[in-house]
């Protein structure tokens, strides 16, 4: 930047101030404050400017920026701890806040105060994205806490966003997998937790760090046939699909969940996996071909047909299913996707444009 080969021209410094406070394009006052901090600290307007900007500019992103060059350069001021967490708690934006926690923890790390205003911001901040920031930097710096992994379990139980929870609990598997009561916690969470994103949560870490604890796999069986969540059913299924296709029973299951679970979007998730997994299993074509009539949800219909195009172009049966598709199915959306199979590798079959106008006709 010009900032930098012209430091000791006296018409820079003032440029930047006018700059940092008066350009109308937020990426240059982002980077006027930034070569302000970095360059000249010691001028007397730099700490006020930069607090200002804090406080005052239009853009969360500036604000930000001010807020990272403060702690960064000022950290040994009395009042930039002060200052730091007046931005925590009271700035308007999500992203402000927390990129005021996130300084704080790596600056302040060894003020006794701020482990309890960490666990104050990741229980208070009205904002799960500010309580998110919060428990991440609390699990990754204080670690060797005996108290973290209690308090991030308290987290995972009792904060009101799906999200929070969700992340605490991730920390607490990657922070501390080698602990025996770790797994032993995940696996409670992913049968018994009230909620549903805890319980997929759970189930991720079990399958992604203990895939070989002989409780893994049957844990997982269990969720997509017992859940009453479909998303916790879905979650399931997933993981199988991905990591244990060699299981016997991997694929009755997969069968079962396309044909028979409750819920639309199981069934579609089932269709997806045995299309792209089981592609020569000698049911999938047939099991496929039966969902795109017959199942009562326009999402499996569609996922059946769009798996058959892209799947089974060679198939002789293919090519009609698709037309009988688009002209019969009473669903407009139904209809549109097996015209957009057909339009992928059939426009210039004879019937095509008949098919078209009669798929969009049809009431």
């Avoid at 006794?112 to 208070?124: E, G, V």
């Avoid at 991030?152 to 139980?157: A, E, F, S, V, Y």
């Avoid at 074509?285 to 199942?295: A, E, G, I, V």
């Amino acid at each position: 930047m010009l900032a930098r080969g012209w430091k000791d021209d006296p018409g820079t410094l003032p440029m930047l101030k006018d700059r940092a406070i008066s350009d109308s394009d937020n990426n240059v006052r982002s980077t006027a404050v930034q070569e302000l901090a970095r360059g000249w600290k010691n001028d007397p307007d730099t700490l006020p400017m930069l607090k200002n900007c804090a406080r005052s500019d239009a853009d969360s992103n500036v604000r930000s920026t001010a807020i990272r060059e403060l702690a960064s350069g000022w950290k040994n001021d009395p009042d930039t701890l002060p200052w730091l967490k007046g931005r925590a708690r009271s700035d308007t934006d999500n992203n402000v806040r927390s990129t005021a926690v996130q300084v704080l923890a790596r600056g302040w790390k060894d003020d006794p105060d701020t482990l309890p205003w960490l666990k104050d911001r990741a229980r208070s901040d009205e904002s799960s994205f500010v309580r998110i920031a919060a428990v991440q930097v609390l699990a990754r710096g204080w670690k060797g806490d005996s108290d973290t992994p209690p308090w991030l379990k308290d987290r995972i139980c009792s904060d009101k966003d799906n999200t929070v929870r969700s992340t605490a609990l991730h920390e607490l598997a990657h922070g501390w997998k080698d602990v025996p009561a770790t797994l032993l916690w995940l696996k409670d969470r992913a049968r018994s937790d009230e909620n549903s994103a805890v319980r997929i949560a759970a189930m991720q870490e079990l399958a992604l760090g203990w895939k070989d604890d002989p409780d893994t796999l049957s844990l997982l069986k269990d969720r997509v046939r017992t859940d009453e969540n479909h998303e916790v059913r879905r979650a399931a299924l997933r993981e199988l699909a991905l990591g244990w296709k060699d299981d016997p029973d991997t694929l009755p299951l997969l069968k079962n969940k396309a044909l028979a679970d409750e819920h639309y979007a199981v069934r579609c998730t089932a269709v997806g996996h045995l299309a792209r997994g089981w592609k020569d299993d000698p049911d999938t074509l047939p099991l496929l071909k039966d969902l795109t009539r017959s199942d009562t949800d326009q999402g499996v219909r569609i996922a059946a047909v769009q798996a058959l195009g892209r799947g089974w172009k060679d198939d002789p049966d293919t090519l009609p299913l698709l037309k009988e598709r688009a002209r019969s199915d009473t669903n407009l959306y139904v209809r549109y996707w097996a015209v957009q199979e057909l339009a992928r590798d059939w426009k210039d079959d004879p019937e095509f444009i008949a098919i078209v106008t009669e798929a969009h006709t049809i009431q």
